[in-house]
């Protein structure tokens, strides 16, 4: 069984391919689902664990082989399978689902991660101030807490040196996990981003594959 990344899209990325990512037995996927419930130790926000009823099996965090050529500590993430996978040592990675960029705003490329931030502050465009009430009374920023929009942690990606405006972020909405509804940006459960957030130093590299390659 495959995850379905195609090698034109890994090779469209430059990038390497994935090949042969496929689910680990009931017991790795039990400790998985343990280590998600676990809080970060600098974490002095308490927030209730997320609804996993929420999110489809298939999105839920596992640890899967993997055969191509990035080094560990490499993030990838497959727009079109909704999936983020981050390189581990001896031929694995950690698969996680992901809410992705709806039409007109997705962004594809190589980025690095500079700027890692616990529980951003999250400002509306311009434009979702002028069409949304809610979003209007946060014009000048809503502070971070389990009700933001962006969740528990964000990764600000970059390209050569220059804020691309695209994160990888958490989210306060798990139900948008495994479907194209943000503006652009990456969205994981917040207990995911925590561990991304955890084992990601500055640096690390992004891979955004595009949809249709």
């Known amino acids: 069984m495959t995850t379905g990344l195609s090698r034109r899209r890994l090779l469209a990325s430059g990038g390497a391919t994935i090949l042969g990512?496929?689910?680990?037995?009931?017991?790795?996927?039990?400790q998985m689902e343990q280590i998600r419930r676990e809080r970060a130790y600098d974490d002095l926000i308490i927030f209730p664990p997320t609804d996993l009823s929420k999110v489809p099996k298939k999105?839920?965090?596992?640890i899967v082989p993997y055969e191509g050529r990035h080094w560990p500590g490499t993030i990838i993430v497959d727009t079109?399978?909704?999936?983020?996978?981050?390189?581990?040592e001896n031929r694995q990675a950690i698969r996680?689902?992901?809410?992705?960029?709806r039409d007109?705003?997705?962004?594809?490329?190589?980025?690095?991660?500079?700027?890692?931030?616990m529980w951003p502050r999250w400002t509306?465009?311009?434009?979702?101030?002028e069409r949304d009430p809610n979003a209007a009374k946060w014009k000048d920023g809503m502070p971070g807490g389990p009700d933001n929009p962006l969740g528990a942690r964000a990764l600000?990606?970059?390209?050569?040196?220059?804020?691309?405006?695209y994160r990888l972020h958490g989210t306060n909405a798990p139900q948008s996990i495994g479907k194209a509804m943000s503006s652009g940006c990456i969205r994981m459960i917040?207990?995911?981003?925590?561990?991304?957030?955890?084992?990601?130093?500055?640096?690390?590299?992004?891979?955004v594959l595009a949809q249709g390659l």
Not at 104 to 117: I, M
């Open 156 to 165: 600000y990606l970059f390209q050569n040196g220059r804020d691309t405006l």
């Open 21 to 30: 990512m496929v689910a680990t037995g009931a017991g790795a996927q039990s």
């Open 59 to 62: 999105f839920r965090r596992q």
């Open 96 to 101: 996680y689902g992901v809410g992705v960029g």
């Open 80 to 88: 079109a399978e909704r999936h983020l996978y981050l390189i581990l």
């Open 190 to 207: 917040n207990e995911d981003v925590i561990e991304l957030y955890n084992r990601a130093p500055i640096g690390s590299r992004v891979v």
């Open 124 to 129: 509306p465009p311009p434009e979702m101030v």
């Open 104 to 117: 007109g705003f997705r962004w594809a490329g190589l980025a690095d991660v500079e700027r890692k931030v």
